[in-house]
Each structure stands twice: as structure tokens, then as C-alpha cells.
């Protein structure tokens, strides 16, 4: 069982089932992993933050230098009008970023490797935005289907064009982030499984490519992550500055 | 051939576990929909709960740091700058107070100097005064000693040639006469005596 790559993503309940309804919530590994990003998030950035020195501690230094990294890539691509979302997009960074680098440990439970996850974060990013841009433009923000410079001839493509790329950005963003990081959990498990089947004399190759593939899944993670808070910057960006 | 067998098994033993793994999983487990509801739940729980506390308390707090330390930076600087500004007048009234003593002191080595120069200018003056009196005096002198020096000398004079003649020729001779001969003579040559 262990072997199989794959059952490094199998969901099971911790605990007793718990039914509210037809709904099965019951607490799995996967909210125990939840929770545990969450709460050193928390942890982390509360005691980050406790003691305002001028000459910071290095938890201060992480929280603060977390803060304005994040700050500073909101204001880049989404401008100062971003800067009530401030909280909800480092929540999110942080919680894919933490997902990911504890998805990074073995014998743990990668969050973000499962579809409904990133999915259901991008749908929530997806219909927030969608609404924002409502709300800032009214039914103007209609015209963020319709580039202009466009030949009038072409036009009808490039609205549907523009339509399809629209509702795709959820499916995109959720699984950009679930392939990455499933495709990485299972190589690395496959070719952990060849360290121990090739033994001592044959595992030395597949050994040096897992350790060359733990460093660059590290790096996968936290990119990963960027890539999805900037992701959520940029469609912010187009809802609140509507370019077209 | 040591390299071919090493990496031959390589691929057979990669052969071997895909059938492994074909034969025992049935796909992946993310699409197994037996726990999206839970997922999906504790997603919203737990990240919900997350973003409301680091919205509320943590993020507030360290953008109140943030700003703190920068406006505390920025007062420190600006403290500094009103110390060097201070130091920098201070440092002007200082050179203004050297000039001006600096001035006064000048000032006042010229009025003694000046004072000094008059002081010496008044005293030379009564001094030539004193100089040109005394010479006058000594002059007024010198004018009344040449004019009776003359009839002192002929009285000289006589009275030499009187005692000359008279141990010359042993009898007294008649004082008269020879007065009238000096005087004679003193006359002829007082031109070249005097100069006058």
C-alpha cells in the first residue's frame, strides 16, 4: 500500500464520522493539516507582532518582511485601490505557502494536492473578484470583454475569446496549483520507492535525484504559491482598474 | 556492461512497479468525491477562522509596528536635524561674537593708539616749546656775553699790556692810552673774531 505513489493523497477520517444532514464533514488528515497551517500561521505572526522593538527579533523580522513582501506585490500589480483586500490575499499566500512547505515533510498530508481544495479557493477568489467588478463598474465591467483596437470584424471572436479565458481562470488557477503539487509529491515518492528497490546498488541514482528533487519541490511550493496570490493580484487588478 | 546492467534494471524495476501500481490503485484519490464536502468545510473553517484573526488583531498590529518604527526613524532624523541645524547657528553666533570682539578690540587698540600719538604729539610740543625757550634764553645769552665779552677782553687787554709795559719798561704808563689803543684794535679786528 505504501508503494503505490498515489496513496500519499488518500483522504481518511480521524476520529468519529460526523453527519450534518446528507453531509459527511467528518475530521480527516486533511483537516488536521488545516488546521495545523493555520494555527502556526497564527502562532507565527501573533508572536511576530507581539513586541513592537525598534530593532526587530528574528520572528518580527520574518512577520514584518512577510508583510511588506506581500504588501509590495499587491500594490505593484493591483495599485493602491488593492489595499482592503490586503488581508485576505496574505491570508491566502500564507496558507497555500504553508500547505505546501508542510506538504514538504514525509509522512505528511499535502492540502493544496487536492483539486476540490484549490478549486474551491479559486471559485471563492473567481466570484469575489467577478463581484467586485460589478460593484466598482456596474454592467461596465462588461466591457472588460471587449479590447479595444479591435477590427469590428473580429470582434465577436475576441468577446468569445475573452469569455472563454474569463471562466477558465478558476479551472486554470485551481489546477496549476494542484498539479504542481501533486505531480511533485508523486515523483518524489516514485523515486523514493526505486531508492528501496534498487537497494544498495542500484538506489544511488534515484537517491541523488530525490534529494535534487526535495530542494526543487521546496521551491515548486513556495512559487506556487506566489503564483497563486499574484494570480488573484492580477484578476483583482482587472476588476478594480478596468483597463479595456 | 557494468553501466549497461545498471541502468537496464533501472528500467525493468520502473516496468515492474508501474504494473505494481496499476494493479493496486484505483486512480487518484483527489477525485474520490467521499470527502469533498468535509474538505470543503474545514477549508472554509479554518481559513475563515484564519483570516478573521489576522485581519482583526495580527496584520493591524504589524502595520502599526511598521509605522511606528518608521515615523519613530523618521522623528529621530527629524530631531537630528533640528540638533545639527541648532549646533550649526550656535556655531555662526559664536563666529558672529569672535568678529565682533574681534572689531572691538581693534577699535579700541586704535582709539589708545590714537590717544597715545596725541599724548606724545602734545608732549613733544611742549617739549620743542621748552627746547625753543631754553635756546632762546641761551641765545639771549650768548648775544648779551658777545656783546660785553669785547670790553671784558680789552679790559683784559689793558691790563696785561699795562703789566707787560710796566715790567718791561719798569715805570707805569698812562692806563688811558693804552685803553685807546686796544680799543682801536679790538675795533679793526672784530670782524674777524666775531664774524659779524
Redesign the interface.
Known amino acids: 500500500?505504501a508503494?503505490?505513489?498515489?496513496?500519499q493523497?488518500?483522504?481518511y477520517r480521524i476520529g468519529p464520522e460526523i453527519k450534518v444532514g446528507a453531509?459527511?464533514?467528518?475530521?480527516?488528515n486533511?483537516?488536521l493539516f488545516?488546521?495545523i497551517?493555520?494555527v502556526s500561521?497564527?502562532l507565527i505572526?501573533?508572536m511576530?507582532?507581539k513586541r513592537?522593538s525598534?530593532l526587530p527579533n528574528k520572528l518580527?523580522l520574518l512577520?514584518?518582511l512577510s508583510?511588506?513582501f506581500v504588501a509590495k506585490m499587491i500594490s505593484d500589480t493591483a495599485g493602491s485601490k488593492a489595499k482592503p483586500y490586503?488581508?485576505?490575499i496574505?491570508?491566502l499566500f500564507?496558507?497555500v505557502l504553508f500547505c505546501n512547505m508542510f506538504g514538504m515533510i514525509p509522512y505528511t498530508f499535502t492540502?493544496t494536492?487536492?483539486?476540490?481544495?484549490t478549486f474551491?479557493?479559486a471559485a471563492f477568489i473567481f466570484i469575489g473578484v467577478t463581484i467586485i467588478g460589478f460593484i466598482k463598474h456596474g454592467f461596465g465591467y462588461l466591457k472588460l470583454f471587449v479590447p479595444s483596437g479591435v477590427p469590428a470584424v473580429l470582434l465577436p471572436l475576441i468577446v468569445v475569446i475573452e469569455i472563454i479565458s474569463y471562466l477558465s481562470r478558476p479551472i486554470s488557477l485551481s489546477v496549476r496549483l494542484?498539479a504542481n503539487m501533486?505531480a511533485g509529491h508523486t515523483m518524489m515518492k516514485?523515486f523514493g520507492?526505486?531508492v528501496i528497490?534498487?537497494g544498495l546498488?542500484?538506489g544511488w541514482?534515484?537517491l541523488s535525484f530525490s534529494v535534487a528533487l526535495t530542494g526543487l519541490e521546496i521551491l515548486v511550493a513556495f512559487l506556487q504559491a506566489y503564483v497563486f496570490a499574484i494570480l488573484t493580484c492580477i484578476y483583482l487588478n482587472d476588476a478594480l482598474n478596468l483597463h479595456h | 556492461m557494468i553501466k549497461k546492467i545498471y541502468f537496464q534494471s533501472i528500467f525493468f524495476s520502473f516496468l515492474f512497479f508501474k504494473e505494481a501500481f496499476a494493479a493496486e490503485s484505483g486512480g487518484m484519490p483527489q477525485l474520490n468525491p467521499e470527502f469533498w464536502i468535509s474538505q470543503i468545510f474545514w477549508l472554509i473553517l479554518t481559513f475563515g477562522i484564519m483570516y478573521i484573526v489576522l485581519s482583526k488583531f495580527i496584520l493591524p498590529k504589524i502595520s502599526n509596528n511598521l509605522e511606528s518604527r518608521k515615523s519613530q526613524i523618521l522623528e529621530n532624523i527629524e530631531a537630528a536635524e533640528k540638533k545639527r541645524q541648532d549646533s550649526e547657528a550656535k556655531l555662526k553666533e559664536f563666529d558672529e561674537i569672535i568678529l565682533k570682539s574681534k572689531n572691538e578690540a581693534k577699535t579700541i587698540f586704535n582709539q589708545t593708539r590714537e590717544k597715545a600719538l596725541k599724548d606724545i604729539s602734545l608732549k613733544k610740543e611742549v617739549l620743542d616749546k621748552q627746547i625753543d625757550d631754553e635756546i632762546n634764553k641761551a641765545e639771549k645769552e650768548i648775544d648779551v656775553l658777545r656783546v660785553s665779552a669785547p670790553n671784558k677782553i680789552n679790559k683784559i687787554a689793558i691790563e696785561t699790556s699795562s703789566e707787560l709795559l710796566e715790567k718791561l719798561i719798569g715805570s707805569g704808563v698812562n692806563s688811558s692810552s693804552i685803553s685807546a689803543i686796544v680799543d682801536d684794535l679790538s675795533k679793526r679786528n672784530g670782524d674777524k673774531y666775531y664774524g659779524n
Do not use: K, R, W
Open positions: 500500500m508503494a503505490n505513489p498515489m496513496s493523497f488518500d483522504v453531509f459527511d464533514i467528518s475530521f480527516t486533511a483537516s488545516m488546521i497551517s493555520s500561521i497564527l505572526f501573533s511576530g507582532s513592537n525598534v518580527q512577520a514584518e508583510y511588506t490586503f488581508a485576505f496574505f491570508s500564507m496558507f492540502v494536492s487536492h483539486i476540490i481544495v474551491i479557493l494542484f501533486m516514485v520507492g526505486f528497490s534498487l546498488v542500484g541514482l534515484p
